[in-house]
């Protein structure tokens, strides 16, 4: 019988510099690449697209995100794994859609016809759904695209309030605006464009998806879908184990068992925990020269793995928020060393949480010049803070 391959720790590292485009060697030139370094950006937080994006790219321009986004429609911003927003290759579209969202937009249509119901808007609340639905796409029809505000300004339905949580401390009076957009936006229907503002805004426009996408969204079955999905995964953040796997896509065990053995994944000995990996991608890494990276709040390559002791060492109560939110982080040659912030003036500073050595400061250094010019005095605050962040932008 074949011995089983081990895989160490720094080989993982040694594989994250390559394929996750962060050692300069590897940087792309086009924000799509970027995001195929690492599957899809995460976009929860708007700024966290653009600044991913750029760490990866040998040319950092706010306005090349810009462009991928909103002109070439390279990436598509939607709703996918675990409820969470995203960029997306335009290739991958469809395998997001089938594998993921639509068990979310099912879920989301369940959770509001329930608020709906509790709030007593209607005697049949998923009827008066569909119809407000119907509504606000008309409306979106005629304007072609439109603010959230301007479509409940058209369309009374959305101007329905609710109470969330009632009784409890944390109480909220809110319109179903959102909660509708959201969810005709998670049913392939309308797409987010352009923010108002600056690129930094979570406040988007609308429109329908045909005018965004004329090809729409073609129609994979969710196996193949799956299969996809966990394949492309595993050839960016593998080896890793399945419960990484299941994390990161927010499926159900079965489906990750189902998806794994698809794509013929092969059993491999992380440091002796077990963990999987593409059967044709089971060789020797080569180690690329030492490399220093910022990355954003909310990069892919902190919040890829549920398990994170490998390269995140001691660092998580400074690093990431109560709710496992990674904010922005520091890297040199695959371990997470520290974080970075702004100050009131752009200046990007970077703070160690360890000593790493004269050549790591120096490339820090250089790293926080990149990124400062790059951001050309915009100062980006990330969505969910972090100690050491705010440590940094206060100080």
Do not use: K
Not at 26 to 49: I, K, N, Y
Not at 110 to 119: G, H, T, Y
Not at 234 to 247: E, I, K, S
Not at 249 to 273: F, K, N, P, S
């Amino acid at each position: 019988m074949a011995r089983m391959r081990r895989i160490g720790v720094e080989e993982r590292r040694a594989r994250m510099a390559a394929r996750h485009a962060l050692a300069p060697a590897a940087r792309v030139r086009d924000p799509a690449d970027a995001a195929r370094a690492v599957v899809v950006l995460h976009a929860t937080d708007p700024a966290t697209v653009h600044l991913s994006a750029m760490a990866r790219m040998a040319v950092p321009e706010v306005a090349a995100v810009e462009r991928a986004l909103y002109e070439e429609r390279a990436l598509v911003r939607m709703l996918g794994m675990r409820r969470t927003m995203f960029a997306v290759p335009r290739e991958l579209v469809a395998h997001v859609h089938a594998s993921s969202t639509r068990a979310v937009a099912a879920a989301e249509r369940r959770r509001l016809v329930r608020r709906l119901e509790a709030a007593g808007v209607a005697g049949d609340p998923a009827r008066w759904l569909r119809r407000a639905e119907r509504a606000a796409l008309a409306a979106l029809a005629a304007r072609g695209e439109a603010t959230a505000a301007e479509l409940a300004a058209d369309v009374p339905a959305l101007r329905t309030w609710v109470i969330t949580s009632p009784g409890r401390s944390y109480e909220a009076r809110q319109n179903v605006t959102t909660w509708v957009l959201s969810l005709l936006a998670a049913d392939g229907r309308i797409v987010r464009t352009r923010p108002r503002g600056t690129w930094r805004s979570g406040q988007h426009r609308w429109t329908s998806l045909e005018a965004w996408l004329p090809d729409g969204i073609p129609a994979v079955p969710r196996p193949a879908a799956q299969a996809e999905l966990a394949r492309r995964w595993l050839a960016r953040f593998g080896p890793a184990t399945v419960a990484d796997v299941r994390w990161w896509t927010g499926w159900t065990a079965a489906d990750c068992r189902a998806a794994l053995r698809a794509i013929g994944a092969a059993e491999v000995d992380l440091d002796g925990v077990p963990g999987v990996a593409l059967a044709d991608d089971l060789e020797p890494a080569p180690r690329p020269e030492p490399w220093a990276a910022l990355l954003p709040a909310l990069d892919a390559t902190p919040m890829g793995w549920s398990e994170r002791d490998w390269f995140l060492g001691p660092h998580r109560p400074r690093l990431f928020d109560g709710n496992g939110n990674a904010g922005p982080t520091a890297w040199w040659d695959g371990r997470v060393v520290g974080g970075w912030g702004q100050r009131p003036d752009g200046e990007v500073v970077v703070r160690l949480l360890e000593d790493v050595g004269a050549d790591a400061r120096s490339a820090m250094a250089a790293e926080a010049e990149r990124l400062t010019a790059a951001l050309g005095g915009s100062r980006v605050i990330p969505r969910f803070r972090t100690p050491l962040e705010r440590e940094i932008a206060e100080g």
